[in-house]
């Protein structure tokens, strides 16, 4: 997977993808991703990027040229599955949509900053539009890591153990039931005695009791009707 994320801000964006299960995808090749300063699509001496709303109002706004100029040089470059902006206004991201993106080849990411961008890049550049939650970012820098995070870590081969990720809370729409390591006592804090009977199938059927049990708790939502 190709992943081009388009941003005012790249040195938002460095660490996500410098550590963990992330790095590893890339050092290994099964995850590529290129970051674009927009003002280096700027066409102004100053390297403009934003200006007044029309209209009046607070805020500046991205401006569609430099966005046109990088997604166009992308898209001479090769095809893309997806133009994606982040933004608070989108599709909000579940597990259900990091699975489905996961399987993309090449996506472009756009990163919003100020009051968002100008609304034509919306409607001639942009194929999908997702929030990581209902609350605002100062740009879309921080959501785009999420993001990536999400769908790279699904890519097969980048987890060792091809099984973990189908076990993940949300796949399946149970949250995960808990975990314990070593020590089996700690101060008195015992684990379940199940974990440690080496039961498998017992085992088992205890974690689906669990993840039942801490779904209707927590999030009885997930369980539909
Ligand atoms: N940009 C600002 N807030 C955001 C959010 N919640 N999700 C995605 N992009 C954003």
Redesign the pocket.
Known sequence: MRIDIITLFPELLQSPFEASIVKRAIDSGIAEIHFHNLRDYSKSKYKQVDDYPFGGGAGMVMMIEPIDKCISALKAARSYDEVIY???D?ETLNQGIANQCSLYENIILLC?HYKGVDQRVRDHFITRE???????????EL?AAVFCDSIIRLIPGVLGDESSALSDSYQDNLLAPPIYTRPADYKGWKVPDILTSGNTPAVEQWREDKAFERTQKLRPDLLGE
Request: aromatic content about 6%; charged content about 5%; cysteine-free.
């Open positions: 982040m933004t608070p989108g919003g997702i929030s990581i939650g209902d609350f605002v970012l100062s740009g879309g959501a």
